[in-house]
């Protein structure tokens, strides 16, 4: 089994920074892709970024330029850095991952940390 904690959520002011995490674990022979959606309530899960296993980044329009998506492969972890934050970020963030356990690929969603931006 495998599990994915997220953390680092919380209440910042607009134009403040927070850095969510979220490592995997259990049996896991490696992670391929992981992101982060949000969701708020009413609208759907959408997606933030994500990175793959070798680096490579993907963002939606709305985290250009103030979000920051890295991970560290030995560690499972994937971190979003987001900076410049304002009221409509406010939302569930979910952590994603495709994980490879016993060569079989299943995708697994963190519970969710909660983001809000308000003065």
């Known amino acids: 089994q495998v599990q994915l904690v997220e953390s680092g959520g919380g209440l910042v002011q607009p134009g403040g920074s927070l850095r969510l995490s979220c490592a995997a674990s259990g049996t896991i022979f490696s992670a391929n892709a992981m992101g982060w959606y949000r969701q708020d309530p009413g609208n759907k899960r959408v997606s933030v970024a994500s990175?793959?296993?070798?680096?490579?980044?993907n963002y939606a329009d709305s985290a250009k330029g103030r979000f920051t998506i890295s991970r560290e492969n030995v560690k499972n972890t994937v971190f979003l850095q987001m900076n410049s934050l304002k009221p409509e970020d406010t939302a569930v963030y979910y952590c994603?991952?495709?994980?490879?356990?016993?060569?079989?690929?299943?995708?697994?969603w963190g519970q969710g940390t909660q983001v809000t931006v308000s003065s």
């Open positions: 990175i793959t296993s070798e680096g490579s980044t």
């Open positions: 994603n991952a495709v994980i490879n356990t016993y060569g079989r690929l299943t995708n697994y």
